[in-house]
């Protein structure tokens, strides 16, 4: 059985996965040509001149610093080169006629010496750098498995959530119609108000649910945009419908307004969008008014909310767009997660839709 090919590389699956043999078989190989330049100061320099002898120095101690960046990050192999052609090459100070002078001999021997440990270092620094590439590329192997694993399990949970939505939204519905069939006046004046803490807090309860369910959709990526004409019309009478009886249990205006268009796009999407931050605007707004305008520019449909609230501050703008995240002046004033404005920022981005904002 044939172990070698003809040009003499290995063909056995040993000998190729077998890296500390490969080594060993390169460093006496090395070593092979550096006894070769060796025996040549043996063999052939006893007859040159000494023009001819310093001109086979130069060219041996050229070869020993090509061996430098040939060989220099393995240790072994470079000694198995260097070491045969000079140790020779010092040792002609000591021939009875012609040889080096014992000075340009030691200025040799001090060359060679100096050579080496600049070598050594180089297979030292080049070793430590190779183990710590190892090391960084396993870790980031490690890392990335982590992270695969952490965010399968995270798409796996969005995903259970958002298929189970339907089931849980049922106790909820069931939650929410109870006490909504309690008649307020046939009840003492301290159930009353124990009754409508109740409406309220299962009010705060479902808008939670609903935001929570709402990111587990984008976490599972089960909301697709679609491309469908839709009246513009639709949308804003359904704005209304959900934004004008709000702004009237705060005794504030509220005002729709824009023309009757058709328009093509996701219109689920951008009314659960525009809903979002109606929403907010109301209750952020202990005073004044609401207003929705619908507009069109440069062949977009474009949506201005605005409001009379409390304004945000500069160091809050960056951030209101982020999960769980509440303006500290306004969170005695409505009991939600702080998820309402990163949905509208992640739905606009499935949609192609950008969230400008003027304090």
Not at 113 to 141: A, D
Not at 157 to 174: C, E, N, T, V, Y
Not at 188 to 211: A, H, K, Y
Request: hydrophobic share 45%; glycine share 10%; net charge negative.
């Amino acid at each position: 059985i044939r172990t070698w090919r003809a040009n003499g590389l290995p063909t056995d699956p040993a000998l190729i996965d077998d890296p500390l043999r490969n080594m060993r078989i390169t460093t006496f190989c090395v070593g092979l040509i550096g006894v070769g330049w060796g025996l040549g100061w043996l063999l052939i320099t006893p007859d040159l001149s000494m023009v001819n002898r310093m001109i086979y120095l130069f060219v041996t101690t050229g070869a020993m610093f090509s061996g430098v960046f040939g060989f220099g990050v393995h240790w072994p192999a470079f000694l198995a080169l260097s070491v045969p052609i000079f140790v020779p090459a010092i040792g002609t100070a000591f021939w009875p006629d012609h040889g080096f002078p014992l000075a340009f001999a030691l200025g040799i021997g001090t060359l060679f010496i100096y050579v080496l440990g600049i070598t050594r270092k180089f297979s030292g620094t080049y070793k430590e750098s190779l183990r710590l590439r190892l090391r960084n590329e396993s870790l980031y192997q490690d890392l990335a498995a982590e992270r695969d694993a952490s965010v399968a399990a995270n798409v796996a949970k969005s995903r259970f959530i958002a298929a189970a939505s339907h089931d849980l939204r049922q106790p909820m519905h069931a939650v929410n119609f109870y006490p909504e069939s309690l008649d307020l006046s046939e009840l003492p004046d301290r159930m009353g108000q124990v009754v409508g803490r109740i409406r309220r807090s299962v009010t705060n309860l479902n808008q939670m649910f609903e935001s929570l369910l709402d990111v587990s959709k984008l976490d599972a990526f089960t909301l697709q945009p679609v491309e469908e004409p839709f009246k513009l019309g639709d949308l804003m009478l359904a704005v209304e419908e959900v934004g004008a009886p709000l702004a009237a249990e705060k005794s504030i205006g509220f005002s729709v307004q824009g023309p009757q268009l058709w328009m093509m796009g996701d219109e689920k999407l951008l009314r659960q969008v525009i809903l979002n931050l109606v929403t907010n605007a109301v209750y952020y707004t202990p005073a004044g008014r609401v207003d929705v305008v619908f507009g069109q520019e440069e062949g977009c449909l474009v949506v201005e909310v605005s409001d009379t609230g409390c304004g945000i501050s500069g160091e809050d703008i960056d951030l209101i767009f982020s999960e769980f995240y509440r303006v500290s002046q306004t969170r005695d004033r409505h009991d939600g997660l702080g998820l309402g404005l990163s949905i509208v920022k992640r739905l606009c981005d499935s949609i192609g839709a950008r969230v400008p904002l003027r304090a």
